[in-house]
């Protein structure tokens, strides 16, 4: 989540990103280093519906955004 944050910083960008990686994961979608993605691939595809797959993120954003720790 740190990387998503330091790159998109609000929360609906966030997301927007997420999704639209998990849906066709490509370099120019990822955040990650070049050498994490030759060592470790892309993530395949999710075969989740648009709105599972959103349900998901936002599951997944409440859980670790950063949001949390900021006081």
Do not use: C, H, V
Not at 33 to 42: A, M, S, T
Request: no cysteine; aromatic share 16%; charged share 30%.
């Amino acid at each position: 989540m740190k990387r998503y944050t330091l790159k998109y910083s609000s929360e609906s960008k966030i997301k927007d990103a997420i999704f639209r990686y998990l849906k066709a994961p490509t370099q120019n979608r990822s955040i990650m280093p070049f050498g994490f993605i030759q060592r470790w691939g892309f993530k395949d595809e999710s075969l989740l519906s648009d709105n599972e797959l959103k349900n998901a993120i936002n599951i997944y954003y409440e859980n670790y955004n950063l949001k949390q720790y900021i006081k």
